[in-house]
């Protein structure tokens, strides 16, 4: 796996990252990082979320017991707040770590990269709050972020990146999460190329944010297309976590927690919706 960290795939990790974890945790208090899932959720491109409720039944007992379910029609691996896996992305016909995907794709899953492999992800979470270092809200709509307003913003908060953190980055974008869908997907602040190349060296376990790509879009360089995705996930064997909630975590100022998430056992799934969790 190159440059695969254990802790990404449910192994343990080494004792100065447990040891980093349990200083993150501070009160006990756990935030929620996860947007509900449903047909409000903004959609990029033909991507859907269709909910059909099977009603009651009645089962033929004394007891009348009544039993309800329900048909979910989605690409589960890519909708609402949500985990990409290596399988992912691409450059041409190579995944991460040169794997050729034309050698291990099949109708029903990857056979390399299956995001039924990843297990629990368990590490030193960092927010860096770039909205709340430039001063506003929200930025621009394809602000891209720089390497210099991820150093002003750690500077700020009074932190420093180490090995297999989770670095979640907020944009401000969330606030228009499910209200104004058309321009949260038609474009997004971010970070871009440099920054990206930036926070790769820092050795992360991945790179999140409260956006839908983690980096800007559309890209400066009208001649690419969602770069970052390359730089982490094929060449960096990095993860993404997109369209996070991290307004709360913003508001009461925590940069520093213990990150908690696991992603479906989809097998040989490109990636999964999930539930993350922050614990300070």
């Not at 390399?112 to 909205?131: C, E, M, P, Q, S």
């Not at 409260?210 to 993860?239: C, F, M, R, Y």
Request: proline share 5%; hydrophobic share 35%.
């Amino acid at each position: 796996m190159g440059r695969g960290r254990r802790a990404r795939f449910g192994q343990s990790p080494e004792t100065r990252g447990r040891d980093e974890r349990r200083e993150a945790v501070k009160s006990g208090e756990v935030i929620e990082l996860a947007y509900v899932l449903g047909p409000s959720m903004p959609f990029f491109g033909t991507r859907r979320f269709d909910v059909h409720t099977k009603r009651t039944f009645m089962n033929q007992f004394s007891n009348m017991r009544g039993s309800n379910e329900e048909l979910v029609v989605t690409e589960l691996g890519q909708v609402g707040t949500q985990f990409d896996g290596f399988a992912h992305q691409t450059h041409l016909n190579s995944w991460y770590n040169c794997q050729k995907v034309d050698e291990n794709a099949e109708r029903n899953g990857f056979k390399k990269f299956g995001v039924h492999n990843v297990g629990t992800l368990f590490t030193r979470g960092v927010l860096i709050d770039v909205a709340g270092f430039k001063g506003v809200e929200m930025l621009g709509d394809n602000y891209e972020i720089t390497v210099e307003d991820l150093e002003g913003a750690l500077k700020k908060q009074n932190l420093t990146l180490q090995p297999g953190d989770a670095v979640l980055i907020h944009t401000g974008w969330g606030k228009i999460y499910g209200k104004d869908n058309p321009r949260y997907v038609k474009s997004c602040p971010g970070i871009g190329v440099p920054a990206a190349l930036w926070l790769a060296t820092k050795d992360p376990m991945l790179l999140g944010a409260d956006n839908w790509p983690v980096e800007v879009s559309p890209n400066p360089d009208k001649q690419l297309s969602l770069p970052v995705h390359q730089i982490a996930l094929v060449v960096n064997g990095i993860h993404l976590l997109e369209n996070l909630k991290l307004d709360e975590l913003a508001q009461k100022g925590v940069g520093e927690f213990a990150f908690v998430m696991q992603p479906l056992k989809i097998q040989g799934g490109s990636g999964s919706t999930v539930s993350p969790i922050a614990v300070r």
